[in-house]
Each structure stands twice: as C-alpha cells, then as structure tokens.
C-alpha cells in the first residue's frame, strides 16, 4: 500500500522539534522510492489537507505530550481514527494541528481518504536513539500499518 | 465609587502564538491593558553568518501561516542588494502565490477565527441571530466553516502548482523564480482562481465582484444589505446583521493611526493599475487622512521588551535583538518589540490597507464612525474582492507571455544592505537585511503582529491592540468576549512554536501553545 510518513513541528523550536528531527533522519535512511513519501510537514497545519486525499496509509511523526510516564518508554503509536475523536481538537487556530486536521478530513476532502492513520509520537526530550527508534517505527508502520507493528 | 479589578486575563484560544493579554478593568470597561509576547524568537540572531541566501528557506518558517509574505520580503531584501529587477513573469507569479496565501488566510481568519465567536451560546445566548450562527459557524459542523476549509484548500493548490513543491515552497529567488510553469499548469491555477471567484462570490459577498465594487460608502453599504436575500443571507450579509445586533462598530477603536508598505509590484506591461508601481498603496494615515511612506522613519524601541536595555528606539538597519530577561520587573513585559512611525503607534492590516489605498467605503467609514472591531474585519471580509480580479489578468498574462522570461541571472549577492517591504495578510512585514562577504551580518524582521501587538514604549504610548482594548465593556470576566472580538479583529500572530499533541490520558485533548 502507498504510504506517506509527515514529520509535523517546528525545528527551531527545542520543545517542538521532534518530527523535523526525525524527517532529517528519514532522507538520511533514504526511503525506497515509489514506496513511501517523506513530507516535511513543518507548521502547515490545514495546509497538509491535499497530503491526505491521496488514498493509502499515513503516518504522522509528532512531539506529544501527556501520553506516558516519566520512566516509561518515550516513543509512542497512536491511531488517528481515535485522535479526531477528542472534542478539544476540533476548535480552528492558526496552529491547528493534527487533531483537527483529521476531524475536519472526512468533511472536505477531495480525493480518497487514507485506509490508516498513525501518529508516531515523541514524548519530552529525545536523543538520537530515540530518534532513530521513531524513524523506524515511522517506516515500519507506513510499511505494514498499525497492527502489524504493534 | 469605583470598582477596580486588577489583573485579569483574557483568555485568547485561537490567538496564533505565545499571547498574554491582561487588562485592568474599571466600572465594567477596560481601563488598562497589557499585550505580551511570552516567546523569545530569534530568528535575527539566527540569521547572522549564514550564506546570504539563507534567507529564503529559513524565514519562510517564522510562520505556517505566512510562509510565502516571509519569503516574498526576504527575496525582496536580496532583489534590492543584487541590483536586480524581476522580469514581468517573475513578479506575475510571485504576486499571483502571495495573494492566494493572503486570500485564504483572510477567509479563515474571517469564519474560523473571527465569526465562530458569535457561536459562543453563553455569550449569545439572547443573540436573535444566535442559531444562525451555529448552523453557520459551530466547528467542524457549521455549514461555512466546512465550506471555508474546503474552498481554501482548493485555492492552495495553486500555490503549489506556481512553486512547484507544497509546502514549504521556496520558488522565489533573487533575479526572479525557479518555476516556468508551462501553458497547462497556468491553465490550471486560472481554473482553481475562477473556481474561487465564484465560490467567493455565492457565499462570502452574495453578488458578483462587480457588484461590491460600487459600494462607496456607509449608505452605499446599507442599501446593499437591503438590496436581496442574497445579500443578507451571504456570509458578509451576516456579520453586517450580526455587527449591528452586537455594536461591533462601538469597539476597539485603536489609536487611528495606519501604515501599510504597499504591495504586489505591478509588471511592467500589464492591464493592472495601481500606485506608484505597486497593487497597493504604500502610506501613513491619520485618520482618513493619507500622507507618503518614509521607510527611514520606522523604529524599534525596546523600553518594555525583555531586550538590552540602554539603547534609543534604533530602525531596522540599526537594530539589534539581545535577549535580556531580567531587570525593571514590571515594566518590561513582552518579547515584542514596539515599532513605531516617526515614533507614533500604528495599526496595520487590512483596513489600513483600504484607507491608504484611498477605498471610498473605508474613507467614509473611518471619518464617520473612526476604526472598529467592524471597520477592522469588513476590510479583512472584502479584501479578497479587491485582489481576485487582478489575479484573474496576471494569469491571462501569463499563458499570453509563457514563453517570455521568468528569472534574470545573479550570479552572487555582493555586499551590501536591502529591505524587503510587502503586506503580509495580517499587515506590514519587513525584512532588513545586510551581506558582508557573501554572508548575513545583519537581519531584522519586523512583522505585523510586532506593530499590532507591541507592547509601551518609553513615552508610555500603548500598543495598537492595547490602545483598542481601553473601554471595552467587560459583562462577564470568566467570558470576556467583547475584549476576544477586539483582539482578534487584528488577527494576531505571533511566533509559530510549539503543537505538541497532548494527552489526558482517558480524555485525550490537543493542547496547541502555538506561537509565532
């Protein structure tokens, strides 16, 4: 299946800087072309909307916060189809992020809608190990989806 | 006897950016008003010593929402230092992708941002047109508010097709742009914009383009809304009922002083007119009152920023960003700076817009009633009727003129300094930049929010939105949103940060510290 991996945040932005830390790390792993598509994702927002009207699956790479406990493991996979159900998302700002990016997808879009969606999410501080674990979670679940890399 | 609240937060959700405003309240109105930003940025300490063309992909990512006004004013510094003029098609194509960036943004800011206020049942709750703003408004449910998401993303497509990447284009380069995009691609930005006329003209104004365009004053604009249904039911129809129901014009005045830098260079052999070679008018206004724009009399004072202190308000070529958080607590507030014009506070934006650029309505307006939260998003409602028709010829031109030049030779930026001046959608964005040795040893950015949203500066003189929030009546202080209609109107914007996915565990909720 076609498959897209966006790496969301801001990479200026310590706290934020998560997802294009990763993106870097991705082009470095150089993903088979024609296999999966690498989008630098930065602060778009609602922009990334013709991203997800492309059918196939697609994976989210994201800071997160408030998914895990301190010692527990920093790296988290979320389901997209759960995220657009969270009823805080679904308020538009010019930061609008992933949670309302999904909700509002199956109202305007006109392509065809994604067959899956995840959210690979980093949870705090990171080093390049977990960097490198997100980048390959990333290419694992945009390869054979949620459940198969569960 | 007076009653004094101290201290009282607004809360400002759907602000873009790290925005603390708190106000003083007297007697039921606003009498003080603090704005800060609480985000140092940096992006001008950041741009030192990077080649001189960093510019262009960097700056682009102070914003996600005005990515390509920052690319516009940063290509422009180095236009300006290379020595270079853009070819017709050059100008064509960056005009044609910055105004589908400033239209898109001018209709979200206006049904997303602005109007799903007005579906604040607590607020409203005695609102007559209460439910029609629900149906209308409510998120991600609201008929507009769909059909806003849906036809702005459609508009973007253009952009993508001019620049030939999406997102973060970076097609504008000194001498011109990178794409020459061939008579079908052109053909297809002219489908997506006329697609977007009519849209824009059905549901936004509820005439066509040249209908609007003969409404030159107050009176002009009341007989309009009484003209049909058409008119009431559109989406500019409903904010004139809903602003009069809710004395819209009563609010926010400012400090009636505007600027604009003008925008979108004008080709040279194109059907479009202007001023002085530009779409749009560069100026300074008091009141109605429209005087030339001196680049030279343009500020930074830094009296009540976290900044080094000890420094007169210094322009842009001049100044400097030195983070310094401590000191004076108390009277330094913000990590915004406080431009200034001649060292007077302006506002910025779409109104300042149409009144420097002389529009009978907002002329008439502005002297009758002086600048509102109304005056303020009626400019922001219309300006896409201004722009669409100009963008309907530049790609007539451009299929007419494709095989003609996109882009002129520079083969190195030389030293020196340039300044890149254009509208971004929420108002004056600058960027002032110097080159030493094929390196930056100078940028300082200037953005509209900077103007809008500044903080004191050392003669005391408030920011323009704090200026706009003094009288503001505060019914309900847990539900402040006369004091949210007035902020917003400005569309503030600060420093693009932080969206971070949040969790509450079982709830689950998108916390968004978005900061520009």
Redesign the interface.
């Known amino acids: 299946m076609k498959a897209t991996i966006i790496c969301?945040?801001?990479?200026?932005?310590p706290?934020?800087a998560a997802g294009p830390t990763v993106y870097d790390r991705l082009r470095e792993l150089a993903l088979p072309t024609g296999e999966i598509d690498l989008?630098?994702?930065?602060?778009?927002?609602?922009?990334?909307?013709?991203l997800l009207e492309r059918g196939g699956r697609v994976v989210f790479v994201?800071?997160?916060?408030?998914?895990v406990d301190n010692d527990a493991d920093r790296l988290v996979l979320?389901d997209g189809a759960?995220?657009s159900t969270?009823p805080?998302?679904?308020?538009?700002?010019?930061?609008?992020?992933?949670?309302?990016l999904l909700?509002?997808l199956p109202?305007?879009c006109?392509g065809e809608m994604p067959r899956e969606i995840a959210?690979v999410?980093i949870e705090g501080t990171y080093d390049a190990q977990l960097i490198e674990r997100a980048a390959r979670l990333s290419i694992e679940v945009a390869r054979h989806g949620l459940q198969g890399s569960r | 006897m007076s009653i004094v609240t101290r201290g009282v937060n607004i809360p400002l959700n759907r602000a873009e950016g790290d925005l603390e405003v708190r106000v003083e309240i007297e007697d039921g109105v606003v009498a003080e008003a603090w704005s800060a930003g609480t985000m140092y940025r940096g992006f001008e300490a950041m741009m030192r010593g990077r080649g001189a063309l960093d510019g262009l992909v960097v700056t682009p990512r102070v914003c996600g929402i005005c990515s390509l006004t920052h690319l516009s004013a940063a290509v422009a510094a180095l236009d300006a230092i290379a020595g270079v003029e853009p070819p017709d098609n050059a100008w064509r194509l960056r005009n044609l992708a910055l105004m589908m960036e400033t239209i898109q943004s001018d209709v979200r800011q206006s049904i997303l941002m602005f109007m799903v206020d007005f579906a604040n049942r607590q607020a409203y709750h005695d609102l007559p047109l209460l439910e029609d703003a629900c149906e209308r408004y409510s998120p991600l449910a609201g008929r507009a508010a769909i059909e806003v998401v849906r036809e702005t993303k459609r508009l973007l497509q253009g952009v993508a097709i001019i620049g030939g990447q999406w997102p973060h284009t970076s097609f504008m380069v000194p001498g011109g742009v990178t794409s020459m995009p061939d008579v079908s691609k052109i053909l297809q930005c002219r489908i997506i914009i006329e697609r977007f006329i009519a849209w824009y003209e059905r549901t936004i104004l509820g005439c066509s383009l040249e209908r609007w365009q003969q409404v030159g004053s107050v009176t002009d604009l009341e007989n309009w809304l009484e003209e049909n249904d058409a008119h009431q039911d559109s989406e500019l129809g409903f904010f004139l009922r809903i602003a009069r129901q809710s004395d819209l014009h009563l609010l926010g005045r400012g400090p009636n002083r505007f600027l604009s830098y003008g925008n979108l260079v004008l080709p040279e052999d194109t059907t479009v007119g202007g001023f002085d070679g530009k779409v749009s008018r560069a100026g300074w206004a008091e009141g109605a009152e429209v005087f030339p724009l001196d680049a030279g009399k343009i500020t930074e004072d830094t009296s009540h920023s976290w900044f080094a202190p000890g420094k007169p308000p210094l322009h842009p070529f001049d100044g400097e960003t030195k983070p310094y958080a401590s000191g004076h607590s108390g009277q330094v507030y913000s990590w915004v700076k406080a431009p200034r014009y001649d060292g007077q506070v302006a506002e910025t934006g779409p109104l300042a817009e149409m009144i420097i650029d002389g529009r009978p309505l907002f002329k008439d307006l502005i002297e009758r009633q002086g600048p509102s939260v109304f005056a303020r998003q009626l400019a922001r409602f219309v300006r896409p009727a201004a722009l669409l028709p100009p963008m309907r010829v530049w790609a007539d031109e451009l299929r007419q003129h494709c095989m003609d030049l996109f882009y002129r030779s520079v083969k190195m930026i030389p030293d020196g300094e340039g300044v890149g001046m254009v509208e971004a959608a929420r108002g004056a964005l600058g960027h002032w930049v110097k080159v030493r040795d094929e390196k930056i040893s100078h940028y300082q950015i200037i953005t509209p929010t900077a103007w809008n949203g500044s903080p004191r500066d050392s003669e005391g003189r408030r920011g323009a939105w704090e200026e706009a929030l003094i009288g503001t009546p505060i019914a309900d202080q847990a539900n402040p949103v006369a004091a949210g209609h007035v902020v917003r109107s400005f569309d503030p914007c600060l420093v693009c940060a932080v969206h971070c996915l949040q969790s509450g565990r079982r709830t689950g909720r998108m916390k968004i510290d978005s900061n520009r």
């Not at chain 1, 969301?8 to 932005?13: L, Q, S």
């Not at chain 1, 989008?39 to 013709?50: A, C, F, I, S």
């Open positions: 969301i945040g801001n990479r200026f932005v706290a934020d989008v630098d994702g930065g602060l778009q927002g609602l922009n990334l909307l013709p994201d800071a997160v916060s408030g998914f979320l759960e995220i969270w805080e998302q679904h308020r538009f700002d010019h930061g609008a992020g992933i949670g309302y909700a509002v109202q305007v006109d959210v999410g």
